[in-house]
T-cell receptor, first 114, second 115 residues
Framework: KAGVTQTPRYLIKTRGQQVTLSCSPISGHRSVSWYQQTPGQGLQFLFEYFSETQRNKGNFPGRFSGRQFSNSRSEMNVSTLELGDSALYLC?????????????FGPGTRLLVL | AQKITQTQPGMFVQEKEAVTLDCTYDTSDPSYGLFWYKQPSSGEMIFLIYQGSYDQQNATEGRYSLNFQKARKSANLVISASQLGDSAMYFCAMREQSGTYKYIFGTGTRLKVLA
């Protein structure tokens, strides 16, 4: 099976712009989660989508939004970019099997905001 | 509230030796899962091993084993016969199996394997 894919892998934007990141989960996985990773804050949970519905949400401002499509692919959008949004954005998909739900991560999108 | 603590920011180990990475957790949920992930410099988080709260035996996956001590709320990762390719950041994570089902991650331990 193909793993989780994320596009683009690298992105440079300027303050005030918006950005959309894409994540394709492992085939058959219906849950997609997004994380922001920075050296200072570590790995922080953004949100999780399951069957096109947001199931969980972290403590991020409303500039961060996401959605999931019927094929389980997910997009994350950040509007009005700030310098502090520079980070590695990781997407993970998971499936519940036998009571265990394990997340498998994509390679991430490195976003640099100038 | 859920919490994961990794107290070792960095560790060194000699090639071919075993190393233990510490992880303690806090939760009031009786049902939870514990995970370890490896993150090389490339950035991708690689799933290593899982332990369920009701599992009686410690999980093992190849050279990785999880030393699960439920009463102490610890879930240490043991890597046997370290290899140079094991140099990476290692994250401990927990997911409660009720309530929010959120994953939370520790701050990570950077492991350097020396030749």
């Amino acid at each position: 099976k193909a793993g989780v894919t994320q596009t683009p892998r690298y992105l440079i934007k300027t303050r005030g712009q918006q950005v959309t990141l894409s994540c394709s989960p492992i085939s058959g996985h219906r849950s997609v989660s997004w994380y922001q990773q920075t050296p200072g804050q570590g790995l922080q949970f953004l949100f999780e989508y399951f069957s096109e519905t947001q199931r969980n949400k972290g403590n991020f401002p409303g500039r961060f939004s996401g959605r999931q499509f019927s094929n389980s692919r997910s997009e994350m959008n950040v509007s009005t970019l700030e310098l502090g949004d520079s980070a590695l954005y990781l997407c993970a998909s998971s499936v519940l099997t036998g009571g265990e739900e394990t997340q498998y991560f994509g390679p991430g999108t490195r976003l640099l905001v100038l | 509230a859920q919490k994961i603590t990794q107290t070792q920011p960095g560790m060194f180990v000699q090639e071919k030796e075993a190393v233990t990475l510490d992880c303690t957790y806090d939760t009031s949920d009786p049902s939870y899962g514990l995970f370890w992930y490896k993150q090389p410099s490339s950035g991708e988080m690689i799933f290593l091993i899982y332990q369920g709260s009701y599992d009686q035996q410690n999980a093992t996956e190849g050279r990785y084993s999880l030393n699960f001590q439920k009463a102490r709320k610890s879930a240490n990762l043991v890597i046997s016969a370290s290899q140079l390719g094991d140099s990476a950041m290692y994250f401990c994570a927990m997911r409660e199996q009720s309530g929010t089902y959120k994953y939370i991650f520790g701050t990570g331990t950077r492991l350097k394997v020396l030749a």
